[in-house]
């Protein structure tokens, strides 16, 4: 007689934040279940003294994804998670930031859902409230913003997401912070102006937020493609366009030692 199946899984998939880059801004359940995990599957975002809390028995597996960089693909990740939790009891997922801000985490959970394998995710603290933290930027403020956008800049938009709508972003939020936009700010920035900014908007990048190489690049729309180009700024990095960047003149000076 064939036996049903009453548990396919041992273990559990945990979605993991990893926060931008500052260990300490890991958050204390995310750090325990590094510490007690049996596997961790990571992505090349998450810094290197996070990556030291993983617990010497885990075993280790990059997931690494950065730009132009070679990575697996994303449903090769989700079938390993899948493998890997038929036979350990804890599964970490580790991304960067937040697993569901632009991280795929609810894209990866949805597949581990309909794989029937227990997942549950563990926040983290999203670079594109980090990063401008540290840089002495606050997102909101009684005098000068009190609404805020999350978007991203990545080229591929309309691919597996819809388009961004620049002109309306510009006109609905007084605060505007972009993921993945380094590489295509000279097509974000007259899209931003059309749609009603005026070019002499500030705007900051913050480059590896929160991590000892963070670096800033301060200018307005007007001047920053030139900037980037003229100062060679990379990814990874946070832009924050707003009112707010002009806090970053006092606030700048207090920021966190990392
Ligand atoms: N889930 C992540 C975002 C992943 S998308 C989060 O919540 O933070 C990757 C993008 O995040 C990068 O291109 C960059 O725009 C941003 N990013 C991640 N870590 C960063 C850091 N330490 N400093 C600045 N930007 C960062």
């Known amino acids: 007689m064939a036996r049903v199946e009453t548990q396919q899984y041992l273990g559990k998939v945990y979605l993991v934040g ?34 030291a809390m993983i617990g010497d028995r885990a075993e280790r597996i990059d997931a ?11 449903s090769e990740t989700t079938r390993i998670l899948i493998e890997k939790a038929r036979t350990n009891a804890v599964v970490v997922r580790l991304k960067g930031g937040d697993p569901f801000v632009f991280g795929r985490g609810g ?64 006109q609905g939020s007084e605060t505007i912070v972009i993921y993945m936009g380094i590489h295509n700010l000279a097509n ?8 009603g900014l005026r ?5 900051a990048l913050v480059r590896w937020g929160t991590l000892p190489e963070q670096e800033e690049l301060v200018g307005t729309l007007t001047t920053i493609v030139r900037q980037v180009e003229e100062t060679r700024f990379e990814a ?19 920021r966190p030692s990392v």
């Open 18 to 51: 990893a926060g931008p880059g500052d260990p300490g801004l890991m958050t204390l359940k995310g750090k325990q279940l590094l510490e007690h995990a049996d596997v961790v599957v990571y992505d090349a975002l998450v810094s290197p003294p996070i990556l």
């Open 64 to 74: 690494g994804k950065r730009r132009g960089r070679h990575s697996k693909l994303q």
């Open 107 to 170: 894209e990866e959970m949805e597949d581990l859902v309909k794989a029937g394998v227990p997942v549950e995710v563990v926040p983290g603290m999203t670079s594109g409230i980090a990063a401008p933290a540290y840089a002495g930027i606050p997102l909101t403020h009684r005098g000068h913003s009190s609404s805020v956008t999350f978007v991203t800049g990545h080229e591929a938009a309309g691919k597996y997401r819809p388009q961004v709508n620049w002109g309306a972003i510009a």
């Open 188 to 195: 974000i920035v007259p899209r931003l102006i059309e749609g």
């Open 199 to 203: 070019p002499d908007t500030p705007i």
């Open 236 to 254: 990874p990095a946070i832009a924050v366009i707003g009112k707010v960047v002009n806090l970053y003149a006092t606030l700048s000076n207090c």
